[in-house]
């Protein structure tokens, strides 16, 4: 009986330590403007979502997050910049999952996206949409692996570049389908391959939705599917690929890492503040717009998430022979 009494007694106490951690942190930080590093140039999803979470976050901890652009390296500039820096939560950087592709094919980053970065708060999730020219001969996940199976290697599909998140995610799929046999044609960046797939020199491309589906509905490609497990809100109407590859998903996800050793109380306060951000029905919505679903997590979640693609991918490379261009 003594024995119960002191573990609930200890577990409670724990339970007081954690739940005050992030008053602790309000006591004193933060006391000084924090900077949010975007690894990428001004307009893309990166910097869309992390100005409105700036902003926000901002008027909640009474200090202002400077969103400060540092392009460069696939991202790895700005977040090396951020690795590097004093680990007392006045740097931050705003990441992608390309982080972890990213990690998958280059043999020495200037960061360890495990070890070198602590995991704040995960923004959003979104997945990708499957997209064909209209002369294509397929209208559905199912048609797209029995059309590409009966003609092998007659095919192509277009990514933004070898080692690219679409790159993986086609890879992906190919994996999971023996006989689906679709030659690869890179592209320096999104533009050139949306348009030689429009044109039908290539027939396939797998793109976020905000890039690919303004060329959807305007009748300029047919989307196949969405690279979600069941229909995403980004695109209802779409079918997920899963139905016809069981097991199929590949999300996009975005969010937030500080330098590696911030105190935990400050990273509780923060993962807090962003969370009460992505509350807010306005934030939903314009996320939605850029083919993202807000996704609150902890840190510790957040962290699995990172460490469980950085795994992944690396498996995929190897098999798949994916390498940095």
């Known amino acids: 009986m003594q024995t119960s009494l002191r573990a609930a007694s200890l577990a409670a106490a724990a339970l007081a330590a954690v739940s ?171 533009g050139p391959a949306v348009t030689d797939v429009i044109g039908n020199q290539v027939q396939m491309l797998v793109s976020s939705g905000p890039s690919i589906l303004p060329m959807v509905r305007s009748g300029k490609l047919r989307a196949i599917g969405i690279t979600s497990l069941k229909p995403s809100p980004i695109a209802p109407e779409l079918i997920p690929m899963a139905t016809a590859i069981p097991g199929y998903e590949f999300d996009l996800w975005w969010g937030l890492l500080a330098p590696a050793g911030t105190p935990a109380d400050i990273v509780a306060r923060l993962n807090q503040s962003v969370n009460q951000v992505l509350a807010k029905p306005e934030i939903q919505a314009s996320f939605l717009r850029e083919g993202a679903i807000v996704n609150p997590v902890t840190p510790q979640q957040f962290g699995e998430v990172i460490r469980t693609d950085v795994a992944r991918w690396k498996q995929l490379a190897r098999e798949r022979n994916i390498q940095a261009d």
């Not at 202002?64 to 951020?82: E, L, Q, Y």
Request: no cysteine; aromatic share 8%.
């Open 20 to 190: 005050a951690q992030p008053a602790l942190a309000q006591a004193g930080y933060p006391a000084k403007p924090i900077t949010m590093v975007v690894p990428y140039p001004p307009g893309g999803s990166n910097d869309v979502f992390a100005r409105q979470v700036a902003k926000e976050m901002g008027d909640l901890l009474k200090q202002p997050v400077i969103v400060d652009n540092r392009p460069g390296a696939s991202g790895n500039t700005g977040t090396a910049f951020a690795a590097k820096s004093t680990a007392d939560g006045y740097t931050l950087v705003a990441v992608s999952s390309s982080m972890t592709t990213n990690a998958a094919v280059q043999s020495k980053m200037p960061f360890d996206p495990v070890k070198g970065l602590a995991p704040v708060a995960m923004f959003a999730k979104g997945p990708l949409v499957v997209a064909v020219n209209n002369e294509f001969a397929a209208k559905t996940p199912a048609d797209l692996v029995r059309v590409v199976k009966a003609s092998p290697g007659q095919f192509n599909y277009a990514t933004s570049g070898t080692g690219s998140v679409n790159h993986f995610a086609t890879e992906l799929m190919r994996s999971m389908v023996p006989g689906l046999d679709i030659m690869h044609v890179p592209y320096k960046g999104q």
